[in-house]
């Protein structure tokens, strides 16, 4: 197994049971929903994985596109979400065929620690090409630099025990120490940044950005940034 796209593509076992990982996606969509600008409003989620509740996203918006990666989850995507009119499922190869501004709200939860900071710094050029002026990109669940394995651990305990898990949440957390997650997360590594850095990263890309007050997703140790691509009309013309 060669990258994390790979790994997210096979039988892994990241998410220890089956109530896990629709709890995961169920909290995420959830957080996602507080960001939805209008009923009418065009919403990317860049990089979505299964992306379980992602009805309860297209019901509240115009039209959701999931852009993923992996084929294998991707075409799960397809045959899950095929019937319903609001949503797209696209690969990232297709995302620079979307029209300048035509998107109000991209969301990229979870995905920046796996991404080297050049292909971050891509994804954001991107961003900023596609939001609409005044949309809005929203950074989630990204890893700090002092923030360990063991954090990680404690959160998805608490979340287990809160949603009646707990029991495979150890199991799973033995797995997992035993599998090939562990093995990618010590041979290539998870991307880590601090909130000065990231609010760097994102002012470079053209964004204006800012911290959110909570995570996106069920780990508080994690931050979430909300970046608004500028308004060009309410820039006031330079003088002579």
């Known amino acids: 197994m060669d990258d994390w796209i790979d790994y997210y593509d096979s039988t892994h076992t990241i998410y220890v049971s089956k109530l896990h990982r629709d709890v995961h996606f169920r909290v995420i969509a959830s957080d996602i929903l507080a960001y939805v600008p ?24 115009q ?29 990232l190869d297709d995302l620079p065929q979307l029209p300048n501004g035509s998107v109000d709200l991209a969301v990229m939860i979870s995905v920046a620690q ?15 090409r596609i939001l609409k002026p005044g949309g809005k990109l929203v950074l989630g669940d ?7 394995a063991a954090t990680d651990v404690i959160a998805l305990l608490k979340l287990a025990a809160k949603n009646g898990f707990l029991t ?3 199991w799973g957390l033995a797995r997992t120490a ?13 991307q880590r940044y601090g909130e000065t850095d990231m609010m760097a990263k994102l002012k470079a890309a053209g964004f204006s950005p800012s911290r959110a007050k909570t995570n996106v997703g069920y780990n508080p140790a994690r931050m979430t940034f909300v970046a608004t691509a500028p308004d060009m009309a309410s820039k006031k013309p330079e003088t002579a």
Do not use: H
Not at 47 to 58: F, K
Not at 114 to 128: C, I, Q, W
């Open 38 to 61: 209008s009923p009418d409003a065009v919403v990317l989620d860049y990089s979505c994985g299964e992306a379980l509740s992602a009805a309860q996203v297209a019901a509240a918006c």
């Open 63 to 91: 039209k959701l596109i999931l852009a993923e990666p992996a084929p294998g989850v991707r075409g799960r995507l397809t045959a899950r979400f095929g019937p319903n009119p609001k949503i797209e499922v696209r690969s």
């Open 114 to 128: 796996y991404m080297t900071p050049a292909e971050l710094d891509r994804a954001f050029g991107l961003m900023r």
């Open 142 to 148: 990204i890893l700090r630099p002092e923030v360990g």
């Open 168 to 170: 495979d949440a150890l």
């Open 178 to 190: 035993l599998s090939d997650y562990w093995q990618l997360r010590q041979s290539i590594g998870l």
